[in-house]
């Protein structure tokens, strides 16, 4: 216990002199004047200046940075700024080196401050400090916050993440698109390879999956949208979480003003386009497309730039690439390209406020808003305006909120209503003054007649235990007061019911301010008992000399950075032992990514690798996906997905080159990770218990038998059980509602015998002295009962004692 406490003592002590060498690192970066030089202008190819300027530019060096592109829209207006982006310095994606420059761009300033650091003379080798990573919730937390290269770590701990997939161009990354540092960001090595993969961004509404990070937290979502699928652009798309949004839509859009022609392997022509289009390589003839820009714009003005996007952008302009991403300065400048008609906020190219800083250290004074209150009517649009004060606050952007985002939504000032009710917008400071400035918004409901009720003319009655409630098998109507009626389904918000709980359930249902109910019943009747759960990933070693360690390769040979070479029809690599006995079984879902080049051939040639799932040996295959793949410069992780209807059981993974157009394929890692259906009967039990014990709690209290209609539902649910569900009240187990329920069902077939027993094994059982969920309550009562009559005995014993010694004296 002492060395647990001198343990504490030591944490304390590392955290405090942590608070004061960040607030010794923040006194010094504030106190530094600006730069007198954007750093060392060096060749075309990029290289690390050994001094590092952290200063960030202020309104006027930003406006002089975009020096004509006032009155310009649209193409006019992209053309320009690529002309003014495009001649910058370029890295190397595959030089280690090059790669320490994230230890300046992305760096946590919080845990890793200037102060600890030489910015005159900069040791890119031997600084270790904490950075910040995409996809990471861990970065704010020290304890979980990942360094450049954590201790004893054979690898750096995070992947370089092409935003713009580089399969969406099939651009290379030696310099150029590939390796270009606005759209290249550290990232969360499972959340780079197994969510974004290479997919475009959207927002999946159907086949969704949740995908993890490193720490087994969420970090998005990947899918299909069905809108997209009709339109004949329905690949697949992957939704980050709302705090990533921001900085993947400003990427994205970035990389189609820098290269906007195709010059060669490394520097593509992009477009960005709605829907989600197909990989196609870049060629002069056409452009390599990504999507969805509907989406993308969306994501731009509900996650606003913050001061991590400004200093990075920042950071890479004085250091590095010597060149700007034009979204963060200016946000509104990708409505004007791809909207010549927007006239919202800010459409104006001419010198202004950007969001680069004022003066350093002065805060937000005021926001004033245009309007405190305003109403409006469903489908609508109103821009709320704010004036900030003073004009040289250091961070002027806003971040704007709403409290109800059902009610109405709020991008840049711009509110959009939704359905009817209040809520609250809010615009926010995001400096450290804590400043904002609010307007209610109501959403009213107009109508032409007098309104006389709110009516469900259909619903579904029953509902099995454990499903999800259909709520479209509703049909609401509004009645007016000479009964006609508008049917307002699609418009209603509806309260479902909870089928974890069994019984009759009352179900509100909201129109505007008008309100009605119904009744469902969950019963145990087909109720559904499994669930999912998400298994580890299996990552497998990297290849070394054409083989992957504890993988059987047949007629594949070696390409000399050791990858394994697929060169002919039938040759294949397998490993039949991945998930163990326990592992291997109840698998429903299974994905699998495979880091694959294909190498040589003409760019339309197509080779089909193969994909099987095994089941304890190469003969026994448990389900079979084929990919077509072109020709692609560089190493791309094709992804793989099954799913089945029944659980599976596999042990293992196949990849076979089952059609050789021409060419070799280069396989260079595999990684896999199941989705297992589990059972568990016990929440069926307890919920058969709760009910029971509601049920028959008012008869009981009246010391009558129960209602025989009560009774016979009682025990249509229990024979409805699973048996593994039903054992619990005949074999022993630590539940106290179903002891609690199997009490009270004995009491009342004792004493009332006109209820009849239901419960096979339960008739004439001895009752439990007490229910354990009351145990705690009695046992309180009894104990003050004891205490209180054995200080009345003694009290008594004593007063009787000092009566006869007195008696005695006498």
């Keep these: 216990m002492k060395k647990r406490n001198n343990n504490k003592l030591f944490l304390a002590g590392i955290f405090i002199a942590l608070v004061f060498s960040i607030g010794a690192g923040i006194s010094f970066i504030k106190l530094r004047s600006p730069a ?64 320490t420059a994230y230890k300046i761009m992305d760096r946590n300033w919080d845990f890793s401050p200037a102060s600890e650091i030489d910015l005159e003379d900069y040791d890119y080798e031997n600084d270790n400090p904490y950075i910040r990573k995409l996809y990471a919730d861990y970065n704010n937390d020290i304890e ?166 400004i200093h990075r952008n920042n950071l890479i302009y004085n250091n590095f690439q010597l060149n700007r991403n034009p979204f963060i300065d200016y946000p509104e400048w990708a409505e004007m390209i791809y909207d010549p008609n927007y006239n919202g906020p800010g459409a104006s190219t001419a010198p202004g406020m950007s969001t680069a800083v004022g003066d350093p250290g002065v805060l937000v004074e005021s926001i004033t808003l245009n309007k405190t209150v305003h109403s409006m009517d469903k489908g609508h649009e109103y821009t709320l305006s704010a004036t900030i004060l003073p004009t040289n606050a250091e961070f002027k952007a806003l971040s704007w909120s709403s409290s109800n985002t059902n009610v109405a939504t709020v991008s840049n000032g711009r509110v959009s209503s939704l ?128 083989v992957i360690e504890g993988w059987n390769n047949i007629g594949t040979g070696s390409y000399p950075a050791g990858d394994i070479k697929l060169e002919k029809t039938g040759n294949y690599v397998y490993k039949t032992d991945i998930w163990d006995e326990t592992a291997s079984q109840n698998i429903t879902e299974m994905d699998v990514i495979v880091m694959i080049k294909y190498n040589t051939g003409g760019t339309s040639t197509e080779n089909k690798l193969t994909v099987d799932l095994l089941n304890g040996s190469l003969g026994s295959i448990v389900a079979t996906e084929h990919k077509v793949a072109l020709k692609k410069t560089s190493f791309t992780e094709e992804t793989y997905s099954f799913s089945f209807e029944t659980p599976k059981t596999i042990t293992g993974i196949k990849f076979t080159y089952t059609n050789k157009g021409g060419g070799n394929y280069a396989l260079r890692y595999v990684l896999a990770k199941p989705t297992y259906q589990h059972a568990d009967y016990l929440p069926q039990a307890e919920a058969w218990a709760t009910y029971f014990l509601n049920k028959t709690s008012d008869q009981c209290e009246a010391l009558e038998p129960q209602r025989e209609e009560d009774w016979i539902i009682l025990g249509g649910e229990f024979n409805l059980m699973h048996s593994t569900s039903k054992a619990f009240y005949t074999g022993s187990n630590n539940s106290e509602l179903v002891l609690a329920a199997i009490d009270r069902y004995n009491a009342i077939i004792r004493a009332h015998p006109e209820n009849e027993p239901f419960i096979a094994g339960l008739e004439n059982v001895q009752i439990n002295v007490l229910p354990k969920i009351l145990n705690n309550n009695i046992i309180i009562i009894l104990t003050i009962i004891l205490l209180l009559s054995s200080t009345i005995i003694s009290l008594y014993v004593l007063e009787t004692y000092r009566k006869t010694k007195k008696y005695e004296i006498k």
């Design 36 to 99: 007198e030089t954007l750093g060392e202008r060096v060749g075309p190819r990029g290289k690390l200046p050994s001094k590092i300027n952290i200063s960030d530019l202020d309104d006027d060096e930003v406006n002089s940075y975009y020096a004509g592109v006032d009155g310009l829209f649209g193409d006019d207006l992209k053309e320009t700024l690529n002309d003014i982006i495009k001649d910058h310095h370029e890295y190397d994606y595959n030089s280690a080196s090059d790669r």
């Design 144 to 309: 979980t916050a990942d360094r450049f290269k954590n201790e004893g770590a054979s690898r750096v701990s995070f992947d370089k993440e092409h935003i713009w997939a580089q399969s969406l161009g099939a651009f290379g990354r030696r310099y150029g698109g590939g390796s270009d540092f606005h759209h290249l960001l550290p990232s969360d090595v499972k959340g780079n390879q197994a969510f974004h993969s290479n997919y475009n961004f959207g927002e999946p509404d159907t086949n969704t999956k949740q995908y993890l990070n490193d720490y087994d937290t969420p970090v998005g979502i990947n899918g299909y949208v069905e809108a997209f699928t009709e339109e004949g652009l329905g690949e697949k798309v992957c939704e980050p979480l709302d705090e990533y949004k921001g900085d993947i839509a400003r990427a994205m859009l970035y990389m189609p003003i820098r290269y906007n022609v195709h010059l060669n392997e490394d520097h593509p022509h992009l477009e960005l386009v709605n829907g989600s289009p197909a990989a196609r390589p870049s060629t002069t003839e056409q452009s390599g497309l990504a999507g969805d820009l509907a989406t993308l714009l969306k994501w731009h003005v509900e996650d606003p730039v913050d001061y991590y996007e």
């Design 419 to 546: 359905a009817y009710g209040t809520t609250t917008i809010t615009a926010t400071a995001t400096d450290d003054s804590g400043r904002s400035a609010t307007c209610e918004i109501t959403v009213e409901a107009q109508f032409e007649k007098e309104v006389d009720r709110l009516e469900v003319v259909n619903f579904q009655k029953n509902i099995s235990f454990g499903k999800i409630y259909p709520k479209e098998s509703l049909t609401v109507y509004l009645y007016f007061e000479d009964e006609s009626y508008d049917d307002v389904t699609s418009e209603v918000k509806v309260s479902l019911p909870n089928t974890h709980l069994l019984g009759e359930q009352v179900v509100n249902v909201q129109y505007s301010t008008y309100s009605a109910t119904y009744e469902v019943f969950v019963t145990n009747d087909d109720a559904l008992l499994s669930y999912s759960e998400e298994g580890l990933w299996y990552e497998s070693p990297v290849a070394v000399d054409g």
